[in-house]
Every structure is written in C-alpha cells, then in structure tokens.
C-alpha cells in the first residue's frame, strides 16, 4: 500500500459529496447565493428530478466580469474577509465551496451582471474545469444554469429517489426560504408548469398563507418572547390543532433554516400536556441572537448550528411557546379548519376508558374540584375578566359526560370528564409550585407489595413521590404503604395509580430527582384518577366548572392532550344539514 495525495479534482468531488447530496442541496446553494446577492426576485426553473436541468436566476448585485472565475474556485468568497468575521456570520454562505462543488459535478453555466457594468459576463465549467469568461448581453443580477447534475458520479444518482420525491424536496427548500424572506418573491417552475408563486408580501401571515395554505396557517396565531438580545417570534398552532409528524416544525435562526435538538425539544416543550401522544404541532419560529452568540459553521450544508449559551436559548424558547399558547387558550375559539385534530389517536394513558355511568363512583367524587374559591390564580387580574367558558349559555348535560352549551359561535360541546382532569391537573401543578402541597391523611394506609426490582426503584424516588403530595413509606420486605395523597383528590384505592406512577419511574431508572417532563407525567396519571365515571351535574355545578376553566391554564385540553371542548360554528351547522 502506497500513500498518495489525492488529485485536485478527486478532492473536490469527494468535499461536493458533503454539500451536494441531491438536487434540491442545488437549489438550497443557489437560492443561498441569491439572498446573500441582495435579489428580491428569484426563479427556480427545474426539469426532471432536477437532474437534467436546475436554472436559478435572481436580480441580485450580480458578479463582476473580473471575479466570475474566481467564484467556482473552491474557498473563494466575497463573504468572509479576515478569520474573526467566522465569529459574526451575517450572510447565508461563508464556505465559497457551493459553487465549485457543484461545478465538480456537473455542466455548469454562470451569467451574471452588476449594476455598474453595460456588459454581462458568461462562464461555462464542465466537470470542474473552467472555461474561459466571455462578455455578453445580460440583465442585471445572475443566473446559474445545472445540468446533467452527477453526470460524473453515477452512484449518487443511483441513490435519487423519483422524481416527484426529489421535487418535494425542492419544493420544501424554498418553502423554508420563502417563509424567512416574505419580501422577496420567489417563483417554483417544473417542465414548464409553475408549482409556487409566492409574491412579495409584507405580512408574514400572508407568507404563511401562500407557504404553508390556508387549513395550516389559518391554524396558527403570532407568538413572540426572549430577553436581551434573543428575540423570538414567529407564528403556533393552538393546542386544539395537531399534525401526525412534524413537518410544519419550522425553526429558523437569524433567517437561516436550522434543525435544531435543542429548538425542537424546547417547542415540544412548550407543549407539554397539550398535545396527545405522537401528536406534533405547527410552529414557526424565528429565533434572532447575536451573529457572536450563534456558531453556524458545524455542518457543510449549514442545517445545524451550535449556540454559546444552550440552555438560555432553551428556556426562552420553551417559555416563549408556553405563554403564546396560554394567552391562546384564554381565548379559544375557531382557529381549526383542517379538523385533523379530530381524528383518534393512541392516549399516553392507563386502560381505564371514558364512558359508563357507575353508580359507586358517585360517592368517589368529592366537591373539592367544583369549589372555585379554593383555586388560585397567579395574577388577579385574569380571574376577573369574564372568560370565554363562563360566557357560554348553557343548554344542559348529555349522556352524563358532555355539557352541551351556546357559544357566540354557535354550539360548543364540553367533555366534562377532560375538564376536570385538566382543572385537578392545574390545580396540583400550582400547589407545588407555591410549595403548599395539601395533603389529606389517609384514615386506612393503603399497603401493596411489589417485585423486587420495582421495589429497589420506588425506594429511590420515596422523596420525589413526596414532593408530588403522596406519602409513601416502606412497610417491610417488598410492602409499602400510602399514608397520604394530595388532598384535591377523592378518597378512593391508590394502589393501582401508583403502581402505574412506579412503572413510569422504572423506564426513567435511578435518579431522585424529578425532572419537569416526569413530574408532569406522573401528575397525569394521577390526575386520570379523579374521575373515572359519568355524574349526573347540577346547573350550579355546570357554572362552576366553567368558571373554573376560566381560571386555569390551557383548559382547552386535558393534560393527555385531548380537547376538553369542541366548538360548531352556525356555517359549519349549516353545512352540515346541507343548508348552504
Ligand atoms: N447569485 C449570486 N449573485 C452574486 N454573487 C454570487 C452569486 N452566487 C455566487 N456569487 C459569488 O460567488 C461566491 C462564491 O459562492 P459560493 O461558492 O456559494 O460560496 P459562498 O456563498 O460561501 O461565498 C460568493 O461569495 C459570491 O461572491
Ligand atoms: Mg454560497
């Protein structure tokens, strides 16, 4: 075996096969290049799967005649000028490798004029090697024409998907650019048909509009947060609304499309509670920190970057999401037209379902829930105000589980039993967060026994249980007893809720402390306890309970993340009977 050094060419084929993967990483490149030029105006024309043809043209500054064949050069760049500006990046591009990379493999043509010059200049690259620049008419701005892309390196071409796949992904290249440039105009063509045309706009809401359509984005609300220079905004869908995956979980940071763990964790977040298992919400978010507190240059295609300060981003991020979606929740209403919401999904919860009338249950429920003085707002002020739930007039209770109401609307229908899940749930969380976590003793301690193992576990967390109202001691060998439970819930067996509580610590394993997520999990399970049965209410206790949405947060769904109501508008009725 001999050591060589690789040929220049080989060496930029093989740093191309890190930017360019596909065709739509062209058209990421090129667009870059375009916005970084200052355009207003961009058109993509592509034919195949793009491997045929990519042409973009913008009406940007343009490249002078003297640096056009300084540009396919690799690392050449007119963005970075000295090493410390690697620590501000303000532009899309800084690596000057897109441009020579896609040159390496395929026949690229470049023509490009500036504001200053009377003549265009034209330069055509085959397999990386350069032709000669010639002067030409042009309009002002570039255009870079791609074909016959990974002509030279068959076996990328052999892992393209179809067609139609390698344009979705096109597709959401500008998608994404187009909803962190709402003042550029940026227009999709394939074989001669135009698939996006999304004209300039001032409001973002109308970018959202054309990007996302109507049934997502008329889902989504403004939301905005941060402290000192970390700015947030963007737009979220409210709790009610909800996607099988998390394609419409957009985060952008100083413009830059990004996927980001940590973002994502923190939207997810924000969510927490709200949204049922496997559930994702639609959110764009546009996170704007200091170019010095933002490393972009980890990955060479740019997708990820690397924050100074991670946690802080996180928690702002987190809080930003949680505060839009509590206001939201303060005023629910008739965001959702996609409906998709309504469809079933699996719930992150025991077997015990919703439904038959039992008549034992009855002694199980205590008053507590319906007792609105005993719940406490953090600020005044909102309990106040006269809230959404309790304007509803109520028409009166159905099947013994729903509370069917007129809403400005029209009619709304409230799930009696996620309401109070949701109202015990809110109710526990501001108990501990206040630190006075009400216990009532129990008369009887309630002992079971558990296998070895799980035993060693729930030893572990006696002090976190604790912290979440329950008091659990050993009781010899493998036995424990509950002495206690939070006093907001009805007297009743707790032995099958904590067991469903240990089998959630035992996936977490050892530890004593109780992060948020889990504390809010455990809480959930022993919220579902509350009320299992359906309960004939009286008029005053229907008034109650309203009352009491209104005072908590996020009553709009139960902390499985199922709606607590559901609202009819009078043309959605009136469709409905066919009348319109
Ligand atoms: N559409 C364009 N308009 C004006 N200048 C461009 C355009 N595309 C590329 N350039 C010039 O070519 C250079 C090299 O581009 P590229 O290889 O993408 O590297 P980078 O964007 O990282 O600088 C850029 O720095 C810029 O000066
Ligand atoms: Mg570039």
Known sequence: MSIRLLSDSLISRIAAGEVVERPASVVKELVENSLDAGANEISVWVEGSGTSLIRVSDNGGGIPFEDIALAVESHATSKLKEESDLLKIATLGFRGEA???????????????????????????????????TMVGSPVGTTVEVRDLFYSIPARRKFLKSPSTELSHISDVINRMALSHSHVHFRLDHAGKTLSDYVVTSRLEDRLQQVLGPDVAGSMVPFAGGHGPVKISGYLSAAPSSFSNSRYLLSFVNQRFVRDKIIT?????????????????????????????????????????????????????????????????????????????????????????????SRDSLQLFRNDLFRSDTVETPSGAQGIRKGFFSSLTILGQLLGCYIVCQSQEGMALIDQHAAHERIAFEKMRLQIEQ??????????????????????????????????????????????????????????????????????????????????????????????????????????????????????????????????????????????????
């Open 99 to 133: 441009l020579s990379s896609i040159a390496s493999v395929s026949k690229m043509e470049l023509l490009s004029r500036t504001q200053n010059h009377e003549m265009g200049s034209r330069l055509r690259l085959e397999g990386g090697k350069n032709g000669e620049p």
């Open 265 to 357: 964790h923190a939207i997810l977040q924000g969510y927490e509670t709200l949204l049922m298992k496997g559930r994702y919400p639609a959110v764009v978010l546009f996170l704007t920190v200091p170019f010095g507190e933002v490393d972009v240059n980890v990955h060479p295609a740019k997708f990820e970057v690397r924050f100074r300060k991670q946690s802080e981003i996180h928690d702002a991020v987190a809080g930003a999401v949680r505060s839009g979606l509590k206001r939201e929740a303060k005023e629910p209403g008739l965001k959702t037209s996609s409906g998709e919401w309504l469809l079933p999904t699996n719930v992150r919860e025991g077997p015990v379902p919703y439904g038959t009338v």
């Open 435 to 580: 630190g006075k976590m009400e216990r009532q003793d129990l008369l009887i301690p309630q002992v079971f026994e558990l296998p070895f193992a799980e035993a060693a576990i729930l030893g572990q967390w006696l002090g976190g249980l604790e912290h979440l109202g329950f008091t659990v001691e050993g009781f010899g060998g493998d036995s424990f007893a509950i002495k206690a439970v939070p006093a907001l819930f009805p007297a009743g067996d707790y032995r099958d809720v904590m067991r469903r509580m240990i089998a959630e610590l035992a996936e977490v394993g050892h530890s004593t402390e109780l992060s948020q997520e889990l504390q809010e999990r455990l809480m959930t399970l022993a919220c579902h306890n509350v009320i299992r049965a359906n309960r004939i209410l009286t008029r005053e206790e229907i008034y109650a309970l309203l009352e009491m949405l209104d005072e908590i947060d996020f009553a709009t769904q139960c902390p499985h993340g199922r709606p607590v109501f559901i609202e009819f508008s009078q043309s959605q009725l009136e469709r409905m009977f066919k009348r319109s």
